[in-house]
């Protein structure tokens, strides 16, 4: 069965810095492998995915994550975060008999100005 | 488009009452999901669904009972409320014809269970 660990419960950084956050992933295919958000009380947004080809993949408000088969990671990382980017941060992988997603247990990220 | 809506957005129940929270699409996905979040615990899928008329459990079904008449909607049933069922319940679907599916999420549905 497939599982995603997001290693880091809480990360803090300030307005501007960078960011990188972990998701490593156990799956005995090639995955498909996705980023979602979630900002409080509110559903989940897709950031991006990673199917086949380049590994690193762009997703929407500058995000971006890069897959690495070797290290079985899917991070994803942002060079210069701005507070509205204060959320919790899901990791996912496909897979299944349902192609269900199963997720990481999720970073909760904090933005200091 | 309204794609994946769920009703009702908050409730209270008591233990041992029975309620039903509604997930309804209009994308015409074949495949149907519902997951509870949990502080810390990310997203758990309780049933899901890969077509009318057939419904299977996920990793926590405990509890709860689904159906799937209709290819739009898949309800999502607590016989006896608990405490433990507290949680943030979200509905997503999707298509399988599409190959990699992307999973389309609701808004969610917040329960508390007293």
């Known amino acids: 069965a497939q599982s995603v660990t997001q290693p880091d419960i809480h990360i803090t950084v300030s307005e501007g810095a960078s960011l990188e956050l972990r998701c490593n992933y156990s799956y005995g295919a090639t995955p498909y492998l996705f980023w979602y958000v979630q900002s409080p009380g509110q559903g989940l947004q897709l950031l991006l995915k990673?199917?086949?080809?380049?590994?690193l993949v762009q997703g929407i408000k500058g995000f971006e994550a890069e897959f690495k088969r070797s290290q079985s990671s899917f991070n994803l990382r942002k060079p210069s975060v701005h507070w509205s980017d204060a959320a919790e941060y899901f990791c996912?992988?496909?897979?299944?008999?349902?192609?269900?997603?199963?997720f990481g247990s999720g970073t909760q990220l904090t933005v200091l100005p | 488009n309204a794609g994946v809506t769920q009703t009702p957005k908050f409730h209270i129940l008591k233990i041992g009452q029975s309620m039903t929270l509604q997930c309804t699409q209009d994308m015409n996905h074949n495949y149907m999901y519902w997951y509870r979040q949990d502080p810390g615990m990310g997203l758990k899928l309780i049933y899901y669904s890969v077509g009318a008329g057939i419904t299977d459990k996920g990793e926590v079904p405990n509890g709860y009972n689904v159906s799937r008449s209709t290819t739009e909607d898949f309800p999502l049933r607590l016989e006896l409320a608990a405490p433990s069922q507290t949680s943030v319940y979200f509905c997503?679907?999707?298509?399988?014809?599409?190959?990699?599916?992307?999973?389309?999420f609701g808004a969610g549905s917040r329960l508390t269970v007293l």
């Open positions: 990673y199917f086949s080809g380049d590994t």
């Open positions: 996912a992988v496909l897979g299944g008999s349902a192609r269900q997603l199963t």
């Open positions: 997503a679907s999707s298509n399988r014809n599409s190959g990699a599916n992307v999973l389309t």
